[in-house]
Each structure stands twice: as C-alpha cells, then as structure tokens.
C-alpha cells in the first residue's frame, strides 16, 4: 500500500452524543456527515455511511483504511463505533487506523497560539481530558489523557497561568466553573464534539507514513471502568 497510492479513508466517530462518518484521502476531506439527536448510534451509523458514499461519489470497495475514534467518551457510543468500524475493515479486507477524540478536539483548534484543553463529558460529574500545543501541521498532546472532576480541571488551568483555549463538549457543559478563570475562553458549540472530517485528516498523514493496525489490534480508551460494568458490581 506504500508508493504512489493515493490511500482513500472511511471515518467513524462516535465517542460523545454525536455519531459521524466521513471519506477522504489526499484531495482532503469528500464528504462527511454528523448527527446529534434522534436515533441512536446504531441505528445512525450504517445510512451515514452510504450517504457519504453517495456524496463523495466512491464505491465504498475502492476505500484503502478505515479509521476510527478510539476514544475516551461515553462507553455505548464508542463500542457502536468501534464495532462497526472493524465489521467495515474485515468487510473490505483493509487495515485500520485509531485516534483519540481529545487529538481530534484539539485538531480542529490547532491554529491557536494559547494552550489547549480538550475537555469531553464523561458523565458522573466527571470530564476526560488532556492539553495540546500547536506544532506546524496540527498539535502535539503534551500531558497524558486523564479523568477528573472539572474543579480538578480548574484548578490545573490556574496552576498554570496560561492563555488557554477550552474546546469540548465537557468544557461547555461546565463552563460556569471555568468563567472565573482569566486567560481562558471556551471554543464555540460548532466544535464541541470530535469532527470525522477531522478524523479523515488526521488518520491520512498517519497512512502516509503506513501507521495501520489491523481490526483486532485496536484498543479503546476507556480510561474509567464502563457505567455498565461499575453497576454491576454494585448490585
């Protein structure tokens, strides 16, 4: 798959309440689609794909990778994504990228010169998150992804004393804790949750350089143990 070939990706994202597909490869990104409300992942993700198919004009059979969102985020949204990403991968015998949903945040911000939080809800109070800088072409993750309360957050944002850009959906659910911070600003609604189209970009420059996993390597990035499995052992 190296040499000249232009490499053609299928995204998948659906780490948080939106569910996203979109295609793309060396002309950049074709077609993408999102939804945020009415039926659930599953139900979502199979007519988006075929609409993204249609809009970009390209027989799903030429695609080369199927790149998904590894998380963290909300544990059934990401296990619909996942599975469904590696169905399509075995479907048309092609190797698979992941990428993280904080990366994929802070990709879409990666033209800001300041500090950047990327803040997912993680229900129980609590956010996923990690913080960016920009290098040339996109960001670099300079601490490792983690789980805390946003006052945990807050309180690193003012250790560091930082111009800091807040992008997430975690990062406008609790805004009210982060509006006292100086220095801080909270990226738009447009881009609180992670974009496929974003997924596409990120996972071909890593296909360029032949970065594939195959579907059975993949690894989700739950960082807190599943609700599901958590109510279990209560019981």
């Not at 006052?151 to 990062?171: F, I, K, P, Q, R």
């Not at 594939?212 to 599901?228: G, S, T």
Request: charged residues 20%; hydrophobic residues 45%.
């Amino acid at each position: 798959m190296g040499g000249e070939d232009p490499v053609l990706i299928l995204g998948i994202e659906s780490a948080t309440q939106q569910v996203g597909c979109a295609l793309g490869g060396h002309e950049g990104v074709l077609a993408s689609a999102h939804s945020a409300r009415g039926r659930r992942h599953a139900e979502s993700i199979t007519p988006q794909i075929q609409f993204v198919a249609r809009q970009a004009r390209i027989n799903l059979k030429d695609v080369g990778c199927v790149a998904v969102d590894l998380g963290p985020g909300l544990y059934t949204g990401l296990r619909v994504g996942i599975s469904s990403a590696m169905a399509m991968a075995y479907a048309l015998g092609v190797p698979m990228i992941g990428v993280s949903s904080l990366d994929l945040l802070a990709f879409a911000v990666r033209h800001t010169n300041r500090l950047i939080v990327a803040a997912i809800d993680a229900r129980r109070s609590e956010l996923f998150y990690a913080f960016y800088r920009q290098v040339p072409g996109g960001v670099q993750r300079v601490s490792e992804a983690q789980v805390g309360t946003p006052d945990d957050l807050a309180s690193e944002l003012l250790a560091t004393g930082e111009e800091m850009l807040l992008v997430g959906d975690g990062a406008r659910r609790y805004a009210d804790v982060f509006a006292g911070l100086q220095k801080t600003e909270i990226a738009e609604q447009g881009l609180a949750h992670p974009s496929a189209a974003s997924l596409v970009q990120l996972a071909h420059a890593r296909a360029l350089r032949e970065e594939f996993v195959k579907p059975w390597e993949l690894r989700p990035i739950y960082l807190r143990i599943p609700d599901a499995d958590v109510n279990w052992n209560t019981r």
